[in-house]
T-cell receptor, first 114, second 109 residues
Framework: IAGITQAPTSQILAAGRRMTLRCTQD?????MYWYRQDLGLGLRLIHY???????GKGEVPDGYSVSRANTDDFPLTLASAVPSQTSVYFC?????????????FGPGTRLTVL | GQNIDQPTEMTATEGAIVQINCTYQ??????LFWYQQHAGEAPTFLSY??LDGLEEKGRFSSFLSRSKGYSYLLLKELQMKDSASYLC??????????WGAGTKLIIKP
């Protein structure tokens, strides 16, 4: 089934540990995004990639890094996790940036940093 | 700054009609999206408006007024499965989505 997969589904992590959240899409979409969703707040963009080989910073990039080595994969790394990074993380993709391009979301990763 | 406002929570009765409002202020504007998100699940696309007016899609309709910075999502013949959060998002001049916090819609029998 075409779509976006994320791994892990959930994770409990000790503060200070390094963690990589995985995201893979099979729709050959050019653009990919990482969001975090916290209670009472809208989705906030962490990093994005308009096409393979390029990345950009979103609204809340500090403490996170991404890479886009190919079209399908867009991993998000927390170099040294802190409790404020406890959140639900969604990966999304769209055919391209610009109008009319809806974003498709993965199922999310629920991360708890203790 | 950029801002999206929508009510936090609304309650409606099964079979009725409900209108969820959204106002936006963004740096440039390239359209307005509505997404549905059931608890514990990912957001899914409902509608996109870039021109003024009403777009109808089955039981759901979405309206946009660019001059007023205003949109609404209209849900008709409400069903229990419509209980979800509804997210409003505006596409700014950099083609990035600015998201509202979402409106939790509770449907009562």
């Amino acid at each position: 089934i075409a779509g976006i997969t994320q791994a892990p589904t959930s994770q409990i992590l000790a503060a200070g540990r390094r963690m990589t959240l995985r995201c893979t899409q099979d729709m050959r979409h050019n653009a990919m995004y990482w969001y975090r969703q916290d209670l009472g707040l809208g989705l906030r963009l962490i990093h994005y990639s308009n096409t393979a080989g390029t990345t950009g910073k979103g609204e809340v990039p500090d403490g996170y890094s991404v890479s886009r080595a190919n079209t399908d994969d867009f991993p998000l790394t927390l170099a040294s996790a802190v409790p404020s990074q406890t959140s639900v993380y969604f990966c999304a993709s769209s055919d391209s940036t610009g109008p009319y391009n809806e974003q498709f979301f993965g199922p999310g990763t629920r991360l708890t940093v203790l | 700054g950029q801002n999206i406002d929508q009510p936090t929570e609304m309650t409606a009765t099964e079979g009725a009609i409900v209108q969820i409002n959204c106002t936006y202020q963004t740096s440039g504007f390239n359209g307005l999206f509505w997404y549905q998100q059931h608890a514990g699940e990912a957001p899914t696309f409902l509608s996109y408006n870039v021109l003024d007016g009403l777009e109808e899609k089955g039981r759901f309709s979405s309206f946009l007024s660019r001059s007023k910075g205003y949109s609404y999502l209209l849900l008709k013949e409400l069903q229990m499965k419509d209980s979800a959060s509804y997210l409003c998002a505006a596409l700014d001049s950099n083609y990035q989505l600015i998201w509202g916090a979402g409106t939790k819609l509770i449907i009562k029998p």
